[in-house]
């Protein structure tokens, strides 16, 4: 938002908010893919700045029918989503990535009626993850 300060120059503004004029600018393009992979959103955002780019992000993926899968660490990025939009990803001794949605955490029931999305994360952090059972992954063969 620079309402308040319309004449400076890109080169004024932090590295934060050019990245996010940068994100919005690709998906107001009209070649603008209908999936959108953005890794660690809150680069360089004061946290109500990453409220706010969350918020406009939902809206556009809402009404243009974009699909986004961002990665952050920021509670503030987290809040602004429900739990069961929240993929939470751990790696094993193996290297094997493992993930599972928020709303499957420990607890997760009793402590998101108290706490927020993102506090629940950082409370119960993703170690919890490796401890779920593994679920199948279904195959879809191509017919001819």
């Known amino acids: 938002e620079t309402s308040s300060a319309s004449n400076v120059a890109a080169h004024a503004m932090s590295e934060g908010t050019m990245l996010a004029l940068g994100v919005l600018t690709l998906i107001h393009a009209p070649y603008s893919p209908a999936l959108l992979l953005i890794d660690d959103i809150e680069y360089g955002l ?3 700045a990453q409220r706010k780019l969350m918020e406009v992000l939902k809206k556009i993926a809402e009404s243009q029918q974009k699909q986004m899968l961002i990665t952050s660490h920021s509670p503030y990025v987290i809040d602004e989503l429900e739990a069961k939009d929240v993929w939470v990803m751990a790696t094993d001794n193996d290297g094997i990535s493992h993930c599972q949605r928020l709303d499957k955490g420990p607890n997760a029931e009793f402590a998101l009626k108290v706490l927020t999305t993102g506090e ?25």
């Open 120 to 144: 629940f994360l950082g409370a119960e952090g993703e170690e919890w993850v490796l401890d779920q059972p593994t679920q199948p992954v279904q195959e879809e063969h191509a017919h001819a």
């Open 46 to 48: 004061h946290p109500i």
